[in-house]
């Protein structure tokens, strides 16, 4: 079965962390006593922020700016557009496109297109996370119809089944648009396995063309891309329900309110309530909990717990859950089709070709956050491609958003088990990207809220998850963080973080990330300065990219008061160069 496959987790015996020889350590010593200080970064330097840029750039970053200010044009941009393509005619639009809003956010239309931007970037220390923009222009009531299609299980929709999955990770026709409420990521809705075949290639071709652009690069994927949603939903409600059984037993045993990390239980008791539950007989429970699988403590943490359930029972066979109120096992659905199950092997298949892809180009795969309803199953997905393919160095990176209450014990779960099982811990930290929806979700089917009550909460949040990574950095050389974030504060706090842990730029343990046509006052100084940063770059044909791009300019919209401030050192260096009659600036 393909689940089977995915719970699977521990078919092979952990790696151990490598030791360094003698010789090794003497040599790390030696270069730290004379490695340099972090260097120090001013934000506010327009003539080294804006080195890489032409003043006619930055009168049209000032331009879309400005327009992305203006609220009358935003709610009719669409009409807009349409009025501007039927007057122009195509080949004129996209060429006004080009010079305003495309062209500062999308990086070109094709591979070959893109490659003078992503190595001007580089010369100037700027990497590349290279994201195929492509998303379908659905009406709202077809993108409705398709979710509510493909979320959905044949026997659910019949008779002969019933939708047992909790409230959370059932699909609802008001969010059938997973576009509402989103303003900056990509949307996929599923079609057929034909689509998920195109979108894969097009991510194959990303792959190449980021590799051969330059080195050290990323691409950015997305899994709802890459099959029937049905399933993420399916498997995200069954990890979800272990793992709150797995504290409602340490409730029991008087641990409640323990980070997940922290938390361990008695092996003694846990026996008992798995026997309770008729997982397995007394006799086999006992032969589980043993000094080769848990060690000696006599106690069993949350890692612990996942293995002994993905490895011992075999719940995949019908995606058995355990009832919190009966304490029975009960299966989430009646039953799978065979198309079904293969929907499920190919997602498998096309990740696994991808991660292959990128391994061989030397380029690391992102895969982005989606929905809380969906996340779950992608983190676990993106585990399990980081202990295959991360053994040398982080090839897959997964993202943690950190508007969500529980990202602080998912982020140190996932490093603490790389560190037992001798994996390359690599993440990218967000805020996140669909807080309004998710909040508005919660309100409208009836499920706690998952996401932090205010932005206050949120940034404490990351700063929380961004401290404990960068101090595990310093422990273990080979994970690695990308910090993408728009907010000065962060990037110095980052910083102050690294110079205070001794985390050198050179050590490439952590790097930075921002998007494509925003904050290059942040990017290019940490670039020129040494440390490692990326933008996050769009490409694609016009018409296929629009639907973002009109997004985008919502995004810029709702952050005009952080944006005041890149507005007013863009005209600070063009008034710079106009006083210095360096107007004319070409960027060598």
């Known amino acids: 079965m393909a689940l089977r496959r995915v719970f699977l987790l521990r078919s092979a015996a952990p790696r151990a962390q490598p030791a360094a020889s003698p010789g090794a350590v003497r040599a790390w010593g030696a270069a730290e006593a004379v490695r340099r200080p972090v260097p120090v970064v001013d934000f506010s330097n327009t003539q080294e922020a804006y080195r890489s840029r032409r003043s006619w750039e930055l009168v049209r970053n000032l331009l879309v ?12 941009h669409e009409q807009l557009f349409h009025v501007t393509r039927k007057l122009l005619g195509q080949r004129m639009f996209d060429r006004l496109m080009k010079m305003t809003v495309y062209g500062q956010f999308v990086a070109g239309e094709d591979q070959e297109s893109i490659r003078p931007l992503i190595q001007h970037n580089k010369a100037f220390g700027v990497g590349s996370i290279l994201d195929y923009g492509l998303e379908e222009d659905l009406s709202h009531e077809e993108a409705e119809r398709k979710e509510m299609e493909s979320c959905t299980s044949e026997a659910e929709r019949d008779s002969s089944g019933t939708n047992k999955r909790e409230k959370q990770y059932q699909v609802h026709p008001a969010f059938g648009d997973r576009r509402d409420g989103v303003i900056c990521a990509r949307t996929y809705f599923y079609a057929n396995e034909a689509k998920c075949d195109n979108y894969m290639e097009n991510l194959l071709q990303t792959i190449e063309a980021s590799g051969g652009a330059s080195d050290g690069g990323f691409a950015a994927i997305k899994l709802t891309a890459l099959g029937r949603p049905q399933f993420l939903l399916q498997f995200s409600d069954v990890l979800t329900r272990w793992r709150r059984f797995f504290h409602q037993m340490a409730a029991e045993q008087g641990q409640s309110g323990r980070a ?164 390359c811990f690599g993440a990218k930290l967000v805020r996140g990207a669909y807080m309004a929806q998710e909040r508005a979700r919660a309100v409208e089917i009836g499920y706690e809220d998952p996401v932090n009550p205010t932005y206050e909460a949120t940034n404490a949040m990351y700063h929380r998850c961004l401290n404990y990574v960068l101090e595990e950095l310093k422990r273990n050389p080979r994970a690695e963080v990308m910090v993408a974030s728009h907010n000065e504060d962060t990037v110095s706090f ?95």
């Open 65 to 76: 700016l400005r327009l992305c200010a203006s609220r009358v044009l935003l709610v009719h």
């Open 260 to 423: 997940a990390v922290d938390t361990k239980l008695e092996v003694t008791v846990l026996q008992e309530s798995i026997a309770k539950m008729g997982i397995a007989s007394r006799a086999e429970i006992k032969g589980w909990f043993t000094p080769e699988t848990l060690g000696v403590s006599g106690t069993v943490d949350l890692l612990d717990w996942n293995s002994l359930i993905d490895s011992r029972t075999q719940l995949s066979r019908h995606l058995v859950v355990p009832n919190v109120q009966t304490g029975q096992l009960e299966p989430l659905l009646s039953r799978f089709t065979e198309e079904e199950e293969q929907q499920m092997k190919r997602m498998l298949q096309r990740m696994d070709v991808l991660a292959k892809k990128a391994r061989d180009a030397g380029v690391r795969l992102m895969i982005d956050a989606e929905q809380s309803y969906f996340q779950p199953a992608i983190s676990r997905l993106a585990l399990e491609m980081q202990r295959r393919f991360n053994v040398d160095k982080p090839l897959i990176f997964n993202t943690f958003q950190c508007y969500l209450k529980d990202a602080y014990d998912n982020v140190t779960m996932d490093m603490e088990l790389a560190r037992r099982e001798g994996w």
């Open 494 to 588: 980052t910083l102050r973080r690294m110079e205070e842990l001794g985390l050198h730029p050179d050590d490439g343990q952590v790097s930075f990330g921002q998007l494509l046509g925003m904050c290059d006052q942040i990017s290019f100084p940490l670039g020129q300065a040494g440390f490692p940063v990326y933008k996050y770059v769009p490409y694609g044909p016009v018409m296929e990219v629009l639907p973002y791009l009109s997004r985008r300019a919502l995004e810029n919209s709702s952050i005009m008061t952080r944006a005041q401030r890149e507005r007013q050192l863009l005209w600070q260096e063009l008034r710079r160069r106009l006083r210095t009659g360096n107007l004319f600036h070409h960027p060598a």
